[in-house]
């Protein structure tokens, strides 16, 4: 059985790549409440502090941290830090990653071996050393975000699918091996997101993709940020090893 061990407003939230865009945008939605977050960053210094300070601006303690999620004595550092300031996160959210565009054939090795360390080595080995105390404690989160090409794939998107493909199966697998822990592990894979992972494409493209998605548009951060706070709730124990894709209708 799970045991909450504090009230939510009182758990810790870590979330990767939360100097911007959707990872912001979860940091934002969980210090609303008031809740502790720290935000890891990898180089967009700036962009994390401004998101501490809007976060700090709803009294919630933020801390910022950064490191590169495919070594495993950076993340090992980054845990000690958060340790010294009594910040053991209850609620893990693998959001870093990277896109790829291009056809297979110009893919470099450099390039594949990029995409799978960040979107998928790095929430391998993010989840192995955070799970740790949640399994201690009987209870615990861990959601990945992933995304709608995970599930389907995408043309000249090959490695990025495959990744999010793999951080599905990851997903389901690690799952089933934490339930009797009381810890659930689930993925959001959304579709086409207004954010800088849309920057590699030009105006005419972005509204040949809106015009595909049945609702009509992107979805904004914020509507993700819900779906993944919805998913930490602690009434949201018995959701786990799903893979939920908002996608405005895209992939029914």
């Given at each position: 059985?799970?045991?909450?061990?504090?009230?939510?407003t009182?758990q810790?939230?870590?979330?990767?790549?939360a100097?911007r865009g959707?990872g912001?945008?979860?940091?934002r939605?969980?210090?609303?409440i008031?809740?502790?977050?720290?935000?890891?960053?990898?180089?967009?210094h700036?962009?994390?502090?401004?998101t501490?300070?809007s976060?700090?601006?709803h009294?919630?303690?933020?801390?910022?941290?950064?490191?590169d999620l495919?070594?495993?004595?950076?993340i090992?550092?980054?845990q000690?830090?958060?340790?010294h300031?009594?910040?053991?996160?209850?609620i893990?959210?693998?959001?870093?990653?990277?896109?790829?565009?291009?056809l297979?054939?110009?893919?470099?090795?450099?390039?594949?071996?990029?995409?799978?360390?960040?979107?998928?080595?790095?929430?391998?080995?993010?989840s192995?050393?955070?799970?740790k105390?949640?399994?201690?404690?009987k209870y615990?989160?861990?959601i990945?975000?992933s995304?709608?090409w995970?599930?389907?794939?995408?043309?000249?998107?090959?490695?990025?699918?495959t990744?999010?493909?793999?951080?599905?199966?990851?997903?389901?697998?690690?799952?089933?091996?934490?339930?009797p822990?009381g810890?659930?592990?689930?993925?959001?894979?959304?579709?086409?997101?207004?954010?800088?992972?849309?920057s590699?494409?030009?105006?005419?493209?972005?509204?040949?993709?809106?015009?595909?998605?049945?609702v009509?548009?992107?979805?904004?951060?914020?509507?993700?940020?819900?779906?993944?706070?919805?998913?930490?709730?602690p009434?949201?124990?018995?959701?786990?090893?799903?893979?939920?894709s908002?996608?405005?209708?895209?992939?029914?």
């Amino acid at each position: 059985m799970s045991i909450d061990p504090k009230p939510f407003t009182e758990q810790t939230v870590l979330i990767t790549g939360a100097s911007r865009g959707i990872g912001a945008a979860i940091a934002r939605r969980f210090s609303s409440i008031g809740m502790n977050v720290v935000i890891h960053y990898l180089q967009s210094h700036e962009a994390a502090n401004e998101t501490a300070r809007s976060c700090m601006s709803h009294g919630s303690k933020v801390l910022t941290v950064t490191a590169d999620l495919r070594s495993k004595e950076q993340i090992e550092r980054m845990q000690e830090k958060l340790e010294h300031h009594g910040l053991i996160p209850d609620i893990l959210v693998n959001n870093a990653g990277i896109s790829h565009y291009g056809l297979l054939s110009d893919v470099t090795e450099e390039q594949w071996d990029e995409v799978m360390d960040i979107n998928l080595k790095g929430t391998f080995l993010m989840s192995q050393h955070f799970m740790k105390p949640m399994i201690a404690r009987k209870y615990g989160r861990i959601i990945n975000v992933s995304s709608i090409w995970g599930i389907s794939g995408a043309s000249c998107e090959v490695a990025y699918s495959t990744a999010k493909g793999g951080l599905n199966a990851f997903t389901k697998a690690l799952a089933k091996e934490l339930a009797p822990s009381g810890v659930t592990v689930n993925a959001v894979a959304p579709g086409a997101v207004d954010t800088q992972m849309l920057s590699g494409f030009n105006d005419q493209e972005k509204a040949a993709l809106e015009n595909d998605i049945p609702v009509g548009r992107f979805a904004q951060p914020d509507e993700i940020a819900s779906l993944v706070y919805f998913l930490a709730l602690p009434e949201s124990g018995y959701i786990t090893g799903q893979i939920i894709s908002p996608n405005g209708g895209w992939l029914t």
